[in-house]
């Protein structure tokens, strides 16, 4: 389909295991975000793209987040040593353009749900 | 400090039973406020954009308002299918959106 692609679309794994989580966005959309959903609360800011840069990692929750985009497209977000408050649905979202000054809308994908037993 | 505001959390409305979803806001300088539907299970979709006070933009039974401090959804006569939680957002000043926690909208029939 024409949009934002992740897997998978569920993950389960025993604390301190690495994981990997990927997002396609949709075709020509040069920014990509990343995104973390706890139950009941809102959407958190992880870290954005914009084509293979991530200008600001602040929103990373540890040092054990990171995440790369290679060839201005498929982004992966890696969680090292996996914790049980890392459960969440982590969202990715894509844009025209970006920075924060854009006004573009974000289209999200649906998700990759993560558990950790 | 950037700051989107919801309410009700949760609104239970009778179909056809008209209402209004509420988001205020508080940022320096907005760069629009956008409005998207979110379905159990499914990320949020995106339904409209606003960029300026006193504009509207309207979608079937959805009508969204913005003034300098608020933003409404009216849904007009609503049926059961419009049942799912509504977020709003406005451009934080990392690249990305802030989010509203939410309303939950169930609609019986």
């Known amino acids: 389909g024409a949009g934002v692609s992740q897997s998978p679309s569920n993950k389960v794994t025993e604390k301190g295991k690495d994981v990997e989580l990927r997002c396609d966005p949709i075709?020509?959309?040069?920014?990509l975000y990343w995104y973390r959903q706890s139950l009941g609360q809102g959407l958190e800011f992880l870290i954005y793209?914009?084509?293979?840069?991530?200008?600001?990692k602040s929103g990373l929750p540890s040092d054990r987040f990171s995440a790369e985009r290679t060839g201005g497209s498929v982004s992966t977000l890696t969680i090292q040593r996996t914790q049980q408050e890392d459960s969440a649905v982590y969202l990715c979202?894509?844009?025209?353009?970006?920075?924060?000054?854009?006004?573009?809308?974000?289209?999200f994908g649906d998700g990759t749900r993560l558990s950790i037993l | 400090e950037d700051q989107v505001t919801q309410s009700p959390e949760a609104l239970r409305l009778q179909e056809g039973e008209s209402s209004s979803l509420n988001c205020s806001y508080t940022?320096?300088?907005?760069?629009?406020l956008f409005w998207y539907r979110q379905d159990p299970g499914k990320g949020p979709e995106f339904l409209f954009t606003?960029?300026?006070a006193g504009e509207e933009k309207e979608k079937e039974r959805l009508k969204a308002t913005l003034t300098k401090k608020e933003s409404f959804l009216h849904i007009t006569a609503p049926k059961p299918e419009d049942s799912a939680t509504y977020l709003c957002?406005?451009?934080?000043?990392?690249?990305?959106?802030?989010f509203g926690k939410g309303t939950k909208l169930s609609v019986k029939p």
């Open positions: 979202a894509s844009s025209h353009g970006s920075g924060f000054r854009s006004n573009q809308p974000q289209h």
């Open positions: 075709s020509g959309h040069t920014a």
């Open positions: 793209f914009q084509g293979n840069s991530a200008p600001d």
């Open positions: 940022v320096s300088g907005l760069r629009g």
């Open positions: 606003l960029y300026s």
């Open positions: 957002a406005v451009p934080g000043s990392q690249g990305n959106l802030i």
